[in-house]
């Protein structure tokens, strides 16, 4: 099993930012990838990025590129999400997942583990 857990969100104005922390311990190894997903109140969970723990390569919703970052840190098992020039749309709760399998990064159908999230709040 691996759980994860999430820190870093809190309330931002917009045009802040925050980073948030996903910290994966347990069975770690062979982790394939590790995504942020977010889910505002009355809509679907969306995809905000997604990592590839072997080689580092990088996805981004449309919505949230060139303001958001996300990286890795492989000794600490942490992937982090680095939101800048941030908006009130962007409000949300921000849940990490990881997977071993070879997947469709941005669907959330493959991810097997999941964070309980962590709420950000962009106030305008």
């Known amino acids: 099993q691996v759980q994860l857990a999430e820190s870093g969100g809190g309330l931002v104005q917009a045009g802040g930012s925050l980073r948030l922390s996903c910290a994966a311990s347990?069975?770690?190894?062979?982790?394939?990838?590790m995504g942020w997903f977010r889910q505002a109140p009355g809509k679907e969970r969306e995809f905000v990025a997604a990592?590839?723990?072997?080689?580092?390569?990088?996805y981004y919703a449309d919505s949230v590129k060139g303001r958001v970052t996300i990286s890795r840190d492989n000794a600490k098992n942490t992937v982090y999400l680095q939101m800048n020039s941030l908006k009130p749309e962007d409000t949300a709760v921000y849940s990490c997942?990881?997977?071993?399998?070879?997947?469709?990064?941005?669907?959330?159908?493959?991810?097997?583990?999941w964070g309980q999230g962590t709420q950000v709040t962009v106030s305008s």
């Open positions: 997942a990881a997977t071993r399998r070879s997947i469709q990064v941005r669907s959330p159908l493959g991810y097997d583990y």
């Open positions: 347990g069975r770690t190894f062979s982790m394939y990838a």
């Open positions: 990592i590839k723990w072997s080689g580092g390569s990088t």
